[in-house]
């Protein structure tokens, strides 16, 4: 069941600079959208979301950008700093509120 | 900030023993769920609950499991008779709900998880 897509599997980024992590997703039932960072051993911490009635949606560093059409999301960090390095995984809900997430993406951050 | 805990953070067990994981959601919080996270796979949904029912299961969460509220805080997760590839993390997550003033009623905040092995 691939509904959600991460295809990057890793992204490396120097500090400072823009990363961009991308999401492809299927079903177009699905309303809502959040990213989550994930330390190992860790439970995944909510970064931000956008309801498919946006397109954008910012919150300090990290804004999260919605192309229903394409059914692709990304995420974007402005500036990268070597604290974000930790695994990215997006998220995808409908009317169930059940998440259906990708396989991550894990970010490296190089100082 | 409020945030979901959850007890044991590790749990070995036998193949066939019982295990009961416990969580604590976010007080205030209507919606309750529970994930897991094979090594090396994606995160998969288990069961969401609400208003003391499930509300939705995956085919993953067969009769050998089961979750209960006990209380007005705990909220846990029973697998009767383990497994080998029951071995994962589990994940419990709660979400606010409709009908409450603030925040993103949408949005599932999650424990740190608790690391099962199944021998």
């Known amino acids: 069941d691939q509904q959600v897509k991460q295809n990057s599997p890793s992204l490396s980024v120097q500090e400072g600079r823009i990363s961009i992590l991308n999401c492809d997703y299927t079903?177009?039932?699905?309303?809502?959208f959040l990213w989550y960072k994930k330390y190992p051993a860790e439970g995944p911490t909510f970064l931000i979301s956008?309801?498919?009635?946006?397109d954008k949606n910012e919150d300090g560093r990290f804004t999260v950008f919605l192309n229903k059409s394409a059914k692709h999301l990304s995420l974007h960090i402005v500036p990268s700093q070597p604290g974000d390095s930790a695994v990215y995984f997006c998220?995808?809900?409908?009317?169930?509120?059940?998440?259906?997430f990708g396989t991550g993406t894990l970010l490296a951050v190089q100082p | 900030e409020p945030e979901v805990t959850q007890t044991p953070s590790h749990q070995v067990t036998q193949m066939g023993q019982e295990v009961i994981l416990r969580c604590v959601p976010i007080?205030?919080?209507?919606?309750f769920y529970w994930y897991r996270q094979i090594l090396g796979q994606k995160v998969e949904f288990l069961v969401s609950?609400?208003?003391?029912?499930?509300?939705?299961k995956s085919e993953i969460f067969d009769d050998q499991f089961s979750v209960e509220r006990p209380d007005g805080s705990n909220f846990t997760l029973k697998i009767r008779s383990t497994k080998l590839e029951d071995s994962a993390m589990y994940f419990c997550?709660?979400?606010?709900?409709?009908?409450?003033?603030?925040?993103?009623?949408?949005?599932?905040?999650f424990g740190p998880g608790t690391r099962l092995t199944v021998l």
């Open positions: 997550a709660s979400r606010e709900g409709p009908g409450l003033a603030g925040g993103n009623t949408d949005t599932q905040y």
């Open positions: 079903n177009s039932m699905f309303d809502y």
């Open positions: 956008i309801s498919s009635i946006k």
């Open positions: 998220a995808a809900s409908g009317a169930t509120n059940k998440l259906i």
């Open positions: 007080s205030n919080h209507l919606y």
């Open positions: 609950f609400y208003n003391n029912e499930i509300s939705e």
